[in-house]
């Protein structure tokens, strides 16, 4: 079986991290992977639905605490590092929305990506930690992708406490948009999936423009952005379509 598996659903693209034997731990090349699938993504569909097989979403890199035979020079090593921060950035960048899935633990990496999505329903028995300190690692991969999500004092704490939180204080950090019941999170995404179709294809890609680059912005440009966008936006044809 492929280890990332892919299943298009008229206009949802599903994908799988598929190795739940070693809790969906990732391997470089199924990071290279996913990049690739969500670079794509747009091309299929109109939103991306990110979950886990088995019980677990993502517990990390399958790397996690393995050092090389030899430690690369500083500029070898960003080299190395390219894949993560890649994916992170494919997933900023993607122009349809990712949904992440998180059933029970979502470490490391995996905590990373549930970060990064646009949208994260947790399992009320999910579970998230970056445990890289634990390993003499310096987790500024992880903490790239919390940088505009997490608040400076929860990532502090996530990383130095290396302490294993609940949905609940997840989504009190930023890391998730909705606890669910674990029975009912499969409905869940289905019923949100259901609500983000409603929309014409360019508000929807105009929601995650908006979302991506103008919080970085002084207000003035901000709103002068959201007010280019809704012109440009609401003006086509695509926008008054009959439901």
Known sequence: MPDVLTK??????????????????????MVAELTGIIEGAEKTANVLVLRGAGADFCVGRATMGQRPPTEPDAFER????DVVFNCYGAMRNAKIPIVAVVQGRALGFGCAIAAACDITLASDKAVFQVPEMAHNILPTMVMSSFVDRV????????????AAIGPERALSFGIVSEVVPAEKLDAAVETLCAAILKAPLPAILGVKEYVKTAPDMAVFGAVEFARNLHATINSSGKMRRKH
Not at 78 to 81: I, P
Not at 151 to 162: G, I, T
């Open 151 to 162: 608040p400076r004092k929860a990532m502090s704490y996530l990383v130095y406490s290396q």
């Open 78 to 81: 960003r080299t190395f590092s």
């Open 8 to 29: 298009q659903d008229g206009a949802i693209l599903h994908v799988t991290l598929n190795k739940p034997e070693r809790g969906n731990a990732v391997s470089d090349e």
